[in-house]
C-alpha cells in the first residue's frame, strides 16, 4: 500500500477584506469606517494522497483551488482544519518542509526577473542544499527534456511566456522534491509546449515516484496525466474518484462524426440528437441508453454516401458541467 503523504481533513478559508465602494468621496470615507467583508473561499474541503498519485483538482473560477494549493504549500494559514503534508504542517514548518515541495504558481513570477534563469536554479540549488555531483547531471537532464537549454541563460524579463512557464516548472522539480504541486501550469503554453509539460510531469512521476497536484481548466491536461480527480465548487469537495469513473457514469452519450460524399439532407434516428449538421458533415449525440452505437452506424451506411466516421466520446468539460449542475440541485 502506498504512504499517505497529504492529509487535509475539514479545510476552511475565511478571507477578510473591506467593502470599498467607486469614486474618490468613498475611499476616504472607507478609511474611516471600514466594512469587513467576509469572504468563505474554502467551506469544507478533506481529501488525502498517496505517494506517486498525479491528482487534478479542478473547479470554476473562484471554487477555491488557488486557495488549497496556498495552504498545501504553505504560503496560507487556513482559518480551521487539519493538513499534514509529508509529516510537516505546512504553514508552521516552512524552512525544513519546502525541501521536499515543489510549487509552480502559473500566474505568478516566481523566478528573479532580472537575472537568466539559470542564476535562479543555482541559487536554488544552495538554498536546497543539493550536491554539485546530484545537481549537475539533473540540470542537464532536465533543460533537455523541456527545451531550455539556450533560452535559461537569457533574463527572464526577456523571456515569452511559455518559456517563463517551463523554466519555472524545472526550477520547481530540480531538488527532486516528493510533492509538487501545480497551479495552472498550462497557462500560455502553444501545443508543442504543454506536450512537453505533459511528458515532463509523467517522466518525473515515473522515474523518481514524485507526486502531483494539478490545477488546470485544460482537461486535454487532466486526460493526459491524472488518473483521480477532485472536483471542487463553492470551497466544497463535490467530486473525488477516479476518472474512469466519471467517464462511466457520465459518458453514456456517444459522438458520431460522419462525413460524406453528397449532401446529407435530413437525418432521423430513434436515441440520436443532431448537434450540427453542415451539408457534407454531420455531427449526432447518440444517447445508448436509448439506442446501440451499431444500429446507428448501420442506419448511416444504408442510406448515406458516407466518406469517413468516427465515434468519440464526449469532451470531458461537458462531463463536468454535468457534476456541477447535479451537485447544484
Ligand atoms: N486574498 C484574497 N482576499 C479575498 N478574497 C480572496 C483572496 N484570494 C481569493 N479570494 C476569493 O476566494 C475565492 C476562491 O479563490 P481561488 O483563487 O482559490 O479560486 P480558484 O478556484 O483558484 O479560481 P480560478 O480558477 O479563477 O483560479 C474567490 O471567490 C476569490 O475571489
Ligand atoms: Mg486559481
Sequence with gaps: MAKEIVTIKNLTKTYKTHERKAGLMNAI???????????HALKDVSFTIKEGEVVGLI????AGKSTTIKALSGVLHPT???VRVLGYVPWKHRVKYVKHIGVVFGQKQQLWWDLPAIDTFDLNRDMYEVPEKIFRPRLKRIMKMLDIEEVAKTPVRDMSLGERMKCKLAAALLHKPKLVFLDEPSIGLDVIAKDIMRDFIIDANKKDKTSFIVTTHDMQDIEHLCERVIIINHGVVVWDGPLKEIKKKYLKNKIIDVKCESPIGKFRHKGCKIVSNDKYELRIEVDTMKTKIKEVVSHIMKNYEFADLVINDPPIEEVIQ?????KKK
Design 29 to 39: 470615507k472607507s478609511l474611516f469606517n471600514r466594512k469587513v467583508v467576509l469572504k
Design 59 to 62: 473547479g470554476p473560477n473562484g
Design 80 to 82: 480551521s482544519g487539519v
Design 322 to 326: 454535468k457534476i456541477y449542475r447535479e
